[in-house]
């Protein structure tokens, strides 16, 4: 199958948006995509010390790099130590984000969702970790002894995924007005 942006061989098919990308094209929707996240939402503002607190798996190297060749050219730094640092950079992906917000909800338990929480930012929260698993892969971050394909099979449904984050962020939203605007309105019903 070949990238449906040029004429490379397609590496990974995004089902949710019916696009296939090349290894090239895969990193540059990626960079793209953190890049609007970070500006939007602002993540990083200048001055800042940044700690990465990443693992290991070719997940972590993907937002490792993205996020470095994201930040280059930005009045900011990347720290190596957790005292150095003001801001602290989270890897949690779209499926955390919605094993959190499903389990939370079995257990009676609301899970606050939001691109940053104090000083923890959460860029990708909705990157879908198949796309993040698939770019660290080609960059020749392996996962010792397991095969690719068993790995993405347990990276399925990014649409029903990021279907239900936003309804959850909205939901969250909607109530957080509704807590904000309850006493205005009680002291109405008292005036
Ligand atoms: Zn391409």
Not at 114 to 135: I, Q, T
């Amino acid at each position: 199958m070949e990238c449906s942006f040029c004429s490379n061989p397609a590496k990974l098919y995004a089902q949710h948006f019916g696009k296939y990308f090349c290894k090239q094209h895969l990193e540059r929707y990626l960079a793209k995509k953190l890049k609007k996240t970070l500006t939007k939402f602002k993540l990083v503002s200048k001055g800042d010390k940044i700690l990465l607190n990443l693992g290991k798996s070719p997940i972590d190297f993907a937002i490792e790099d993205l996020f470095r060749k994201a930040v280059a050219k930005w009045p900011v730094e990347i720290v190596e130590k957790k005292h150095d640092c003001n801001k602290t950079l989270n890897p949690r992906t779209l499926d955390c984000e919605v094993v959190e917000i499903v389990e939370g909800l079995i257990n009676g338990r609301i899970h606050e969702t939001g691109y940053s929480k104090g000083a923890v930012v959460f860029p990708f929260r909705d990157f879908s970790s198949k796309e993040l698993f698939v770019m660290g892969w080609l960059n020749g971050h392996k996962k010792e002894g397991k095969k690719s394909e068993v790995i993405l099979k347990s990276f399925q449904g990014v649409a029903p995924k990021l279907s239900l984050l936003r309804s959850w962020d909205q939901i969250q939203r909607v109530s957080r007005q509704k807590e904000n605007s309850t006493p205005q309105r009680s002291n109405k019903n008292k005036a």
